[in-house]
């Protein structure tokens, strides 16, 4: 079963930064749109960003704009999230997973959730005030 792993998260001050990664063993991500996601307890699971394959696209949801940056390397089948002067906000659990409908996140980032599948389980981000 594809799986993602995600990596790079822990306990954190406010203004502080994390690096995020995700893998995934034994698959190919290239060609696919790979989207990193959040969720804060009691709420819906966001996207936060995405990036595309062979365009390079990416997009960010408006509260991190500027404070993170999504990166990947094909070669290592990994998906980067740098994370810059983090807030008490930014806590939740971060996945990642690729879209499977779209190599390009020009047209939809992250807002199609169901369009993305092989969902990890997670890394815990706790940023204290």
């Known amino acids: 079963q594809v799986q993602f792993v995600e990596s790079g998260g822990g306990f954190v001050q406010s203004g502080g930064s994390l690096r995020l990664s995700c893998a995934v063993p034994?698959?190919?991500?290239?060609?696919?749109?790979v989207g990193w996601f959040r969720q804060a307890p009691g709420k819906e699971r966001e996207g936060v960003s995405c990036i595309g394959s062979s365009d390079g696209s990416t997009t960010y949801v408006d509260s991190v704009k500027g404070r993170f940056t999504i990166s990947r390397d094909n070669v290592k089948n990994t998906v980067y999230l740098q994370m810059n002067s983090l807030k008490p906000a930014d806590t939740a659990t971060y996945y990642c997973?690729?879209?499977?409908?779209?190599?390009?996140?020009?047209?939809?980032?992250?807002?199609?959730?169901?369009?993305?599948?092989?969902w990890g389980q997670g890394t815990r981000v706790t940023v204290s005030s």
């Open positions: 997973a690729a879209n499977t409908m779209r190599s390009s996140c020009a047209a939809q980032g992250t807002r199609l959730i169901y369009e993305y599948d092989y």
């Open positions: 034994g698959f190919a991500l290239d060609g696919y749109a």
